[in-house]
């Protein structure tokens, strides 16, 4: 009698927890049935919102943030704040009556369960590797009904990577003394925090056939010193740029490779640090810096 009134209780209690929050996703339902199509959304993410352009679903697209900048187009779409979880309110978000928000994990966990409580759908961006982001296009053009040009677009990207990494084999097969180009990521410099074997950007290094020179740290985003950049010897330095900056090395980096021969690469880091399709972009400017392969 005991067992038969515990299962009831649990049955009860999964009927109001499902009627009280509403749906979660995440990039894993890119290969799962999602009956609902949503029509209002407001994004939080400027990758994702970057993604919804790409799919041709802006008209769905209700808010993003003050960060959320490209396409050009994205200026017309009200904002409902920062990116910054500390600059965003629950009762700006919900006055755009969305019934889909894109969150960005770690970022925005606080608003995860206040929106399931009022029913609004929730999708959690978290990418962590190139096919992780394909996943992610796959799901968000599902959830949108935009599963075939979300298909699409995926093989472009694919295809596009395909064709820089056979000119990169072609120019190494041709050059037999040619070794993989060693690259510092500057992420920061004060201190200094680079990327580390499990981050997103280590992978786009390694697509141009190229040596993170800190990927033996699994860390995504480690903290290093400036000896060990020296130690480490890269040949190229790459840094986004977030604005026109003007680089001055410690004096100790004069007989870095990278230094020496002026290979500092700098990429528009809303190109370079967001996971979104324009990543692939990010690796055509890699291997034109590094090789000098033309990308029609």
């Keep these: ?7 009831i209780f649990s049955l009860v209690f999964l009927f109001v927890i499902s009627n009280i929050f509403s749906q979660i996703y995440d990039s894993s339902f890119h290969n799962k049935l999602i009956e609902k199509k949503y029509l209002r959304v407001v994004s939080l993410s400027p990758a994702i919102t970057e993604i919804i352009f790409s799919l041709n679903a802006n008209h769905l697209l209700f808010a993003r943030t003050d960060f959320c900048d490209f396409p050009e187009e994205t200026k017309n779409i009200p904002s409902c704040g920062g990116f910054d979880g500390k600059t965003l309110s629950l009762e700006k978000i919900i006055s755009f009556s969305p019934d889909l928000v894109f969150v ?4 925005h966990d606080h608003l995860i369960k206040p929106l399931q409580k009022m029913k609004i759908a929730v999708y ?5 590797t190139i096919e992780n982001l394909f996943y992610e296009i796959l799901s968000v053009g599902k959830l949108l009904g935009n599963d075939e040009t979300a298909v699409n677009y995926c093989n472009d990207l694919k295809s596009r990577i395909r064709i820089v990494k056979d ?3 072609k120019i190494t097969l041709n050059e037999k003394n040619i070794n993989k180009p060693k690259i510092f990521w500057q992420v920061d ?5 680079t990327v580390g074997k499990n981050s997103f950007i280590n992978e786009m290094i390694e697509c141009v056939d190229a040596k993170n020179i800190f990927s033996d740290i699994k860390n995504a985003y480690p903290i290093v010193s400036e000896e060990s950049i020296v130690v480490r010897n890269p040949d190229a330095i790459i ?23 002026n290979k500092i690469i700098f990429i528009d880091a809303s ?26």
């Design 1 to 7: 009698m005991k067992n038969l009134k515990q299962t």
């Design 104 to 107: 960005v994990r770690g970022m």
């Design 124 to 128: 959690v961006s978290e990418v962590n």
């Design 167 to 169: 000119k990169i084999s």
């Design 189 to 193: 410099y004060s201190p200094y925090i």
């Design 239 to 261: 840094i986004p740029n977030y604005e026109e900056l003007k680089i001055v090395f410690p004096k100790s980096w004069n007989n870095i490779n990278a230094v020496k021969n």
């Design 271 to 296: 190109i370079s640090t967001r996971s979104s399709g324009r990543f692939v972009e990010c690796i055509e400017i890699m291997a034109n810096q590094l090789y000098g392969i033309e990308n029609k």
